[in-house]
């Protein structure tokens, strides 16, 4: 019997997102968590459901307002990192290992349902979109952090489809970055959807200094270079483009990260 394509993408970005230290990177996304949570409106006593949650940074700040908060993540290792940060901000989260396009609870539970560049890495959007609202209560609230692809990570997903073939099938990520692609999307299921905008800022000394971190905290851009190895030559041009990309988003020793936010109420 032919392996399905799908469960064995799922299972290689498990083994991905395991690579490195990710935690050490995702402490940058913390002003964004504060940002998403604030932009969705979540309030004490609210439930809330953190999608694609890796080490806890959204569920933990939904948590410290009072909210009653679930927070699910297709890697162990990240939940076993958000558990320690959840212990150390004294707040209490249902942590649950799971997929995005099979969240398991039941329908309308949640009164808001987030996503800090999670469900976007899910491979079927019409799936995800379904599964997110489906979990919403009517008149609930659905926000979530994504890439815009003309900018900074957007970019560099595009230079790495250009030297390390994408998986079949699976679409690419950055188009929940697309104001319109989200808005189809979301489609007549949503009313009221917004946008907005922020900076996500990484210090960095250089470029390379910038990579270096990158090369030893985050899976996806690990793989990628592992994948390159076996061609010295592919690999050069690769890191001579991507430096070059990150020095033109580099500024005052910051690596400039600019991300889309957006939020919608279920129909």
């Known amino acids: 019997m032919a392996e399905d394509p799908i469960a064995e993408f799922k299972a290689r970005q498990r083994e991905v997102w395991a690579l490195g230290n990710f935690g050490d990177m995702a402490v940058f996304t ?4 504060g940002h998403l949570v604030r932009y969705s409106g979540v309030r004490a006593g609210q439930t809330v459901l953190d999608v694609g949650c890796g080490t806890g940074v959204v569920a933990i700040t939904a948590a410290r307002l009072g909210a009653r908060v679930a927070g699910l993540d297709l890697t162990p290792s ?11 901000a004294g707040v209490a989260v249902e942590w649950k290992e799971g997929d995005a396009e099979s969240l398991p ?14 469900h976007m890495f899910a491979p079927r959007p019409d799936v995800t979109t379904q599964e997110l609202l489906r979990v919403l209560k009517p008149g609930g609230r659905v926000a979530f952090a994504t890439w815009p692809p003309e900018q900074l990570i957007g970019r560099s997903f595009v230079l790495n489809s250009r030297y390390v073939t994408p998986p079949a099938g699976v679409t690419p990520p950055i188009q929940w970055g697309d104001v319109g692609l989200v808005q189809q999307r979301l489609g ?15 210090p960095a000394l250089s470029p390379e200094h910038y990579m270096g971190f990158q090369q030893a905290k985050t899976g996806p851009f690990i793989r990628t270079l592992q994948a390159l190895q076996k061609d010295p030559a592919k690999l050069e041009a690769y890191t001579k483009e991507y430096l070059e990309l990150v020095a033109s988003y580099m500024v005052d020793n910051v690596v ?9 109420i279920k129909a």
Do not use: C, I, W
């Open 30 to 33: 913390t002003p964004v968590a």
């Open 105 to 118: 609870f039941p329908d309308a539970a949640f009164d808001a349902v987030l996503s800090q560049f999670g």
């Open 188 to 202: 007549s299921a949503a009313k009221a959807v917004e946008f907005e905008r922020g900076t996500m800022g990484v």
């Open 78 to 88: 990240l939940l076993e990192q958000a558990r320690t940060n959840a212990q150390l």
């Open 256 to 264: 400039r990260h600019e991300y889309l936010l957006t939020r919608a």
